[in-house]
């Protein structure tokens, strides 16, 4: 699994995420302090980003045959910084908005032909499902590094600096991925349209009981600014991640996602106590670990729920509710935050019914679909 190729495409996916997660950040800063607009504005013209990965999706299946599946990657990658040169000279709310679906709908492609078509075609099949695995969680690290890096960017950087600071990590991915060898694949004459490689619906049950873990971080992201409560939350999720091998081994589905999600239920109480240095810490830690639990997780029931033929299409409909739980988070912490300042008890309260939706429902559908495979 560990081969050259595998490698380049975890690197260029950890900053691929940072690239995109530091944007976030940056964008609302910039909209607020120099636009004028309310946070509620940023937070919606920034919340866009998730339904609009969506919008090529019905294509992804056809792009990747018709042409060079890292042709596919670079050139959206590409679009995708470009887009970004042009928020300084966006003056109005509408042109960041288009720009906003404009880059979530290129991120979507690209998700699509790294993750869901490069990292199977360069891994031998008995190893595709650990692959995927390990590929999400350096877009994990890459997201948390890269709200980190944009929030405190903001300190030494000017917003136009900050731009091509994303465009920069931008075209590292485009680099790494340039240097894939990829074998050649004969066009099999697809239709235009189709939803291979973008939804998988025997993956969709899961999957959306899974949005609750990014939906918690999507509020957390638009709620707590302190650069010390990331660096908590990325060493929770590193002390889970040195932890993955014997959880995954010896602690059933069930237990392991109750735990994951009772943490980050606590994590979020705290959070509504007191944003204190002690308690942030503690949240952040808290946070970090559930979400590794939790996702561990709804990850092996969404690689494992699909078909052999399917194993691109499911992992793609993860990517897509991930980034959309995390954008509706962001949406939903902003609104709340204006109307009545209680996102945490109200983020606390999605979590249990997220907790219980499992444990009655979701838990038992999966084991039932495994069994009749």
Known sequence: MWNKNFNLLLIANFFLYTAVYMLFPALHHWMVSEGGYTGFQAGGAIAIFGASLFLLGAFNNYLVDTFKRKNVCTRSLLLLA??????????EWGMIFLLRVLQGALFGVVLMAMGSTLVIDVTPSQYRNKASVVFTWSGVLGMLCGILLGYNAGWYLSFQQQIYLFVGFCALPVVLVSMVEVCFRAPLDL?????????????????????????????????????????????????????????????????????????????????????EKGMLMGAGFLTGLGMGFSLLQFLRMMIRLPL????????????????SGVMLGVFFGKYTEDISGQQFRAASLILLAGLLIYQAVVHGYFMKRMKNR
């Open 191 to 275: 239709p235009l349209l189709s939803f291979d490689r973008f939804l998988l619906f025997r993956t969709l049950i899961p999957g959306l009981n899974m949005m609750v873990v990014p939906f918690i971080l999507g509020v957390l992201f638009s709620s707590i600014f302190d650069t010390f409560f990331y660096i908590c939350i990325i060493a929770g999720f590193i002390v889970f991640l040195l932890l993955d091998r014997v959880v995954r081994k010896q602690v059933n589905g069930r237990l392991l996602n109750g735990v994951g999600l009772v943490l980050m239920c606590v994590a979020v109480w705290l959070l509504g106590c007191s944003t």
């Open 82 to 91: 470009f887009l970004g040169l042009l928020y300084p000279y966006a003056g």
């Open 308 to 323: 052999h033929c399917e194993r691109g299409t499911g992992y793609h409909t993860y990517q897509l509710l991930w980034e």
